[in-house]
């Protein structure tokens, strides 16, 4: 299932309206984030690299519009998103070490079993939230791994 397809589930079972709007470039970006102005209460940004190699284009129409923008990726955070709850890099380059030494002692991959994240992180960035017209309660601020000021 693709991280759409879970979303729309979801977001669906929770009364919530996916909203996409495709940018296959990232020359494309600033038209698909302006597409959305009218449309949406929100901008979810995912991990993915055409997005977030131009996710100050996002983020400006953002501020514009007073649509808060969240991401998927904790790095979108310092650059102007509201929010974001994802996994930290290097743990999973250490979940990953750790099955590719299973494998190096002799243990056969197929019967190792698929792993998900273990570990995700909370990022905020509250001057951002100002500038997209949310104020972030103090007890989310509390929780953050790591708040942008």
């Excluded at 919530?16 to 470039?25: D, P, Q, S, Y």
């Excluded at 209460?41 to 649509?67: C, F, H, M, Q, W």
């Excluded at 904790?74 to 998103?81: I, Q």
């Excluded at 099955?99 to 698929?114: C, F, M, T, Y």
């Amino acid at each position: 299932m693709t991280l759409l397809e879970l979303l729309k589930s979801e977001g669906g079972a929770m009364g919530l309206e996916i909203v996409e709007a495709a940018a296959t470039r990232s020359a494309d970006v600033l038209g698909a984030a302006q597409r959305l102005v009218g449309n949406v209460d929100v901008i979810y940004v995912p991990t993915d690299n055409t997005i977030v190699s131009a996710l100050e284009a996002v983020i400006r129409v953002g501020k514009d519009n007073d649509i808060p923008v969240y991401a998927g990726d904790t790095d979108s955070v310092p650059r102007g998103a509201i929010a974001a709850v994802g996994f930290n890099y290097y743990d999973v380059g250490r979940q990953t070490g750790r099955i590719v030494l299973r494998v190096l002692k002799g243990e056969n991959p197929g019967d190792i079993a698929v792993e998900g994240i273990q570990k995700t992180e909370l990022y905020v960035n509250p001057g951002a939230a100002e500038d997209m017209g949310v104020t972030i309660p103090e007890s989310i601020i509390a929780r953050a791994k790591e708040v942008i000021e």
